[in-house]
């Protein structure tokens, strides 16, 4: 087992403030959908994927892969949203064991009715108070994090000293 690297003061202060920060976001963009729209982050992100997908619908699969969810998540929650009538799921023609995720008319009706609210608080929350100078930066800084596979839960994960 290797020493803990412990943080320094200000390295703990940064990642407590980026912690709250992401909880900031995350509660700011759910009281939004669910205000006045009655979604979920969750079913918002699903129903953006498909209505971004090339083809009418996405495999489970694909699915899982462009949320970066797991199988089990991905399909719990393709369930409910099932249930709402935001989505439907297809056999998969050559697959009997694939399936298909498909927007709903309903689940297009309620993404376009949510996007403008969605959009705006990101915007108030994010954009309104960023330079383009700070977007440079913590665009660089967060493909920089996303590159990096050192770390469990990362794509390609193997435990390696620090360089």
Not at 48 to 63: C, I, M, Q, T
Request: include cysteine.
């Amino acid at each position: 087992m290797t020493t803990p690297r412990w943080l320094n003061d200000e390295e703990q202060a940064l990642w407590r403030l980026m912690l709250a920060a992401s909880r900031k976001m995350d509660r700011c963009l759910d009281e939004t959908l669910q205000a006045g729209n009655d979604l979920s982050t969750s079913e918002f992100s699903v129903l953006v994927s498909l209505s971004e997908a090339k083809a009418p619908g996405l495999r489970l699969r694909d699915l899982c892969t462009v949320l970066d969810w797991d199988r089990s998540r991905t399909s719990h929650q393709i369930t409910r949203m099932e249930k709402r009538g935001l989505v439907s799921k297809e056999s998969c023609e050559g697959d009997a064991r694939g399936v298909i995720v498909v927007l709903t008319e309903e689940g297009a009706r309620r993404l376009e009715r949510a996007a403008p609210d969605h959009v705006e608080s990101v915007r108030r929350l994010i954009f309104d108070h960023l330079t383009q100078e700070q977007a440079d930066v913590i665009g660089s800084f967060l493909e920089t994090l996303m590159a990096v596979q050192s770390v469990p839960g990362a794509a390609g994960f193997e435990a390696e000293e620090p360089a």
